[in-house]
Every structure is written in C-alpha cells, then in structure tokens.
C-alpha cells in the first residue's frame, strides 16, 4: 500500500507538469505569431502613370500628302503628364509597315532639340531611349514630328506607302535613376 500513494504523487506530478509546459508552449506559439513592432509616422501612397499623347489623334491622316523625294513635312504634337507621379517617356513607332518604312526620315524634336531621328523600322520601343529630361505632373510638352523624304530616293521608292502608330511610354521618375521601362 505504501507504493499507491507514491505512484498518486508521481502521477499527479506529471500531470501538472504536462499541463504547464502546454500553457508554456501555447504562450510562446501565441508571442511568435502574434508580436508585433509598430512604428509611427509611416506612410505609403500608389500613383498612377497615365500619358496623354495629341489627344489620341494621328499627327498626320492617311492621303494627307503625297511624298516625293526632297519633300519635308513638319507636323505638330504634344505629350502631356496625367500621372500622379514625374515620369520619363519615349516616343516611338509601332506597328510599321510599308516601303518607306526603311526610306522616309523622322525626326521627333522639342523646340530645336532632337529627340529620336532615324527611319520608321528604326524607331521602335526596342530601340529609342527615354527622352533626357522629366515631364512633371500635368506637364504639357508640343513637340514636331518631321518627316523627310530623301532626294536620292529617286522613282524606285515611287508608289510606296507608311503606316504606323505614333505611341509614348512613360515610367516614374521617383526611386528609377535608370529610367527603366520594363
């Protein structure tokens, strides 16, 4: 009889010990998911990048001219920042097609600074760099687009056509020193 009331004790004994390393256990899983640091006077804000390029017009209609070598057109435009945000842009040429493609020159200035100069096929997204400068938010910039036609282009790039959209990215200018676009 005297082994029962030690067996009651060690039993007993472990049963209060499990039952405090379970309150333990539940403690600490509680302070690992639950702790929390807080940091006053934080604040984050999303913005949006929105550009808008002549009003979505073409800066030049379809039969608008008939080009011949050493003809020079100079259409005007704008690009105006709707963003929350500065932005870097390019201005580029997508969707190109036709024989000029490769034939006519386009220069793409601000005032009297070139921007991007080359052929249809040649001013693509893949290949024009952001513009030097920022356009601040609801900043509007006119800019010309003109077009060349080589003297040297002879009759052999007579009856060839251009088609292609005029298109703008922007990126922001806050925390993007590499005017990165993708």
């Not at 309150?23 to 929105?50: D, H, M, P, Q, R």
């Not at 356009?135 to 080589?150: A, M, Q, S």
Request: proline share 3%; glycine share 6%.
């Amino acid at each position: 009889m005297s082994k029962q009331p030690n067996t009651a004790k060690r039993l007993t004994l472990s049963v209060i010990i499990a039952i405090i390393l379970a309150c333990s256990l539940c403690i600490t899983t509680y302070a690992l998911f639950y702790a929390t640091v807080t940091v006053e006077g934080n604040y984050f804000k999303t913005g949006i990048i929105s550009i808008d390029l002549n009003g979505g017009k073409p800066v030049i209609e379809e039969h608008e001219y008939l080009f011949e070598p050493g003809m020079t057109v100079e259409k005007p435009f704008y690009i105006q920042n709707q963003s929350t945000w500065a932005v870097y842009y390019k201005i580029y040429l997508d969707n190109v097609e036709g024989g000029l493609a490769d034939v006519l020159e386009i220069t793409v200035l601000d005032g009297d600074k070139v921007l991007y100069e080359g052929t249809a096929r040649s001013l693509t997204r893949q290949n024009v760099i952001a513009a030097d400068d920022i356009l601040l938010v609801g900043e509007k910039r006119d800019l010309t687009i003109r077009f060349h036609y080589p003297e040297n282009s002879g009759n052999a790039t007579q009856n060839y056509q251009l088609k292609f959209d005029l298109c703008a990215d922007a990126v922001q200018e806050k925390n993007n020193p590499d005017k990165d676009f993708d």
